[in-house]
């Protein structure tokens, strides 16, 4: 394969950043936007340049037969949009999370299994030099425990304020750093959740203000990530992790930079390159190559920590410890 048919289903703020890691590549053709919002696929689709607009993404698939579907819809969108794509053995990249409940993502993982397809997930962080280097120099080391946080406001997107279409700032937004701990250390044995609102006053928003996870990793590790949406503009904070190892310290800025300090010397190292280019470049050659191995982050895998995201959901719900599979 020497070009590949790229499509996309749901034309909003995710599938602009693929987009712009697309179009840096020379070997692409558009062939299909959609969106149920048709302005914004005809923009997107101008954007590359001219490209087909359809109506519903069967017909996309059936008449634009890509070889792979950037899948870009809002969380509560997912499941037949998936089915239809496995259906036809297309290819895809879906972002996360790739769904709301472990019943739909267990179905989808296990039709993507038997269909043989190709996928990722958009866990672009996997991808980052940064991490490169902290899975480098973790090799060997002892850790103990590990905190992070993702602190911040609330997006702009209309499906976030609620549990019901977003899952949630744990499974729709920290979800990332849950994942990197799983990259980093393995997988959760126990997940124990206490979360609180009352700060964020807003119609029609139904979400947590703010969450701490305690996890218990499998090789012991104990790791704490806090998770909050009540910030204001402009409040400093420094999203990331701290690992602290027996004989190091690592301070990693969330797709900025990571620390890795000795005490007898300190390693900065700043992010180099674009972890979005990688992740894009990285889906299309295991397509073009027939070599899923490269992906850091398919969709089996990625449900691990879709599962672990929910779990601090469900430890909220019921005020009790969750055991992981
Ligand atoms: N990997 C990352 O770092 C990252 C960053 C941002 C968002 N995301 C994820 O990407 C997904 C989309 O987020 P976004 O910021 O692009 O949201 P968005 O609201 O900007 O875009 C979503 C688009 O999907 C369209 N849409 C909704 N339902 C659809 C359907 N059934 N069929 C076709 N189109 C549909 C909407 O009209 C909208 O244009 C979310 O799951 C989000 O968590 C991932």
């Known amino acids: 394969?020497?070009?590949?048919?790229?499509?996309?289903?749901?034309?909003?703020?995710?599938?602009?950043?693929?987009?712009?890691?697309?179009?840096?590549?020379?070997?692409?053709?558009?062939?299909?936007?959609?969106?149920?919002?048709?302005?914004?696929?005809?923009?997107?689709?101008?954007?590359?340049?001219?490209?087909?607009?359809?109506?519903?993404?069967?017909?996309?698939?059936?008449?634009?037969?890509?070889?792979?579907?950037?899948?870009?819809?809002?969380?509560?969108?997912?499941?037949?949009?998936?089915?239809?794509?496995?259906?036809?053995?297309?290819?895809?990249?879906?972002e996360k999370p790739m769904a709301l409940s472990m019943e739909l993502a267990t179905k989808i993982r296990d039709a993507v299994a038997k269909a043989g397809i190709i996928t990722a997930v958009g866990f672009q962080d996997r991808y980052l030099d940064v991490i490169e280097k902290t899975r480098e120099f973790l090799k060997g080391r002892q850790v103990g425990l590990v905190d992070g946080a993702?602190?911040?406001?609330?997006?702009?997107?209309?499906?976030?304020?609620?549990?019901?279409?977003?899952?949630?700032?744990?499974?729709?937004?920290?979800?990332?750093?849950?994942?990197?701990?799983?990259?980093?250390?393995?997988?959760?044995?126990?997940?124990?959740?206490?979360?609180?609102?009352?700060?964020?006053?807003?119609?029609?928003?139904?979400?947590?203000?703010?969450?701490?996870?305690?996890?218990?990793?499998?090789?012991?590790?104990?790791?704490?990530?806090?998770t909050g949406c009540y910030l204001g503009r402009n409040v400093p904070n420094k999203n990331g992790l701290h690992i602290r190892c027996a004989d190091a310290d690592i301070r990693y800025v969330l797709r900025q930079s990571v620390e890795l300090d000795t005490g007898s010397y300190v390693e900065q190292h700043r992010k180099e390159i674009d972890q979005g280019v990688t992740e894009d470049r990285t889906f299309l050659d295991a397509v073009k190559t027939n070599n899923p191995s490269i992906i850091r982050s398919p969709y089996a895998d990625a449900c691990k920590s879709l599962a672990l995201t929910l779990a601090c959901n469900e430890s909220i719900a019921t005020g009790k410890e969750i055991v992981l599979d």
């Open 1 to 94: 394969m020497d070009r590949i048919k790229a499509a996309f289903v749901g034309c909003g703020g995710i599938c602009n950043f693929h987009l712009s890691h697309l179009v840096q590549f020379d070997d692409v053709d558009y062939v299909g936007f959609m969106d149920i919002r048709p302005e914004r696929a005809r923009e997107k689709a101008a954007q590359v340049g001219g490209a087909p607009v359809f109506d519903t993404y069967c017909q996309m698939l059936d008449e634009a037969k890509p070889d792979v579907l950037y899948i870009c819809v809002p969380p509560d969108q997912h499941g037949t949009i998936e089915f239809e794509a496995i259906k036809r053995k297309i290819h895809f990249l879906v």
């Open 150 to 226: 993702w602190l911040g406001g609330i997006p702009g997107v209309y499906w976030w304020p609620t549990y019901a279409t977003s899952g949630g700032q744990i499974v729709e937004q920290n979800i990332h750093l849950f994942d990197m701990l799983r990259y980093l250390f393995g997988e959760p044995e126990r997940v124990y959740c206490a979360a609180a609102r009352g700060i964020v006053q807003r119609e029609g928003y139904d979400l947590h203000d703010y969450s701490s996870a305690v996890i218990t990793f499998k090789n012991k590790v104990i790791a704490t990530l806090f």
